[in-house]
């Protein structure tokens, strides 16, 4: 298999700049799982009715948001 060819000009400001064009930060793989685990997802219930369960999630950051839109995911569904 041959090697990929990066494209000059787009990878060597990418590289510069430490972002994306849309102004989110470059990470690798295992960075944006670390910044994707950083979500909360918290169950919670009330003294009143113990059973009722009130799930609550922390509002994504503007790359957690992109990432969940690429991949078609929305965390407040998810269980």
């Known amino acids: 298999m041959a090697k990929a060819v990066r494209s000059p000009p787009q990878a060597k400001a990418?590289?510069?700049?430490?972002t994306t064009e849309?102004?989110?930060?470059?990470?690798?793989?295992?960075?944006?799982?670390?910044?994707?685990g950083t979500l909360t997802?918290?169950?919670a219930s009330?003294?009143?009715?113990p059973e009722a369960k009130i799930i609550l999630?922390?509002?994504?950051?503007?790359l957690q948001?992109?990432?969940?839109?690429?991949?078609?995911?929305?965390?407040a569904c998810t269980q």
């Open 14 to 18: 990418k590289d510069a700049a430490k």
């Open 22 to 36: 849309d102004g989110l930060p470059v990470h690798s793989f295992r960075t944006l799982l670390q910044d994707l």
């Open 41 to 43: 997802y918290y169950v």
């Open 46 to 49: 009330t003294h009143l009715n």
């Open 57 to 62: 999630t922390t509002r994504p950051t503007p």
């Open 65 to 75: 948001a992109k990432a969940f839109t690429l991949l078609g995911l929305n965390p």
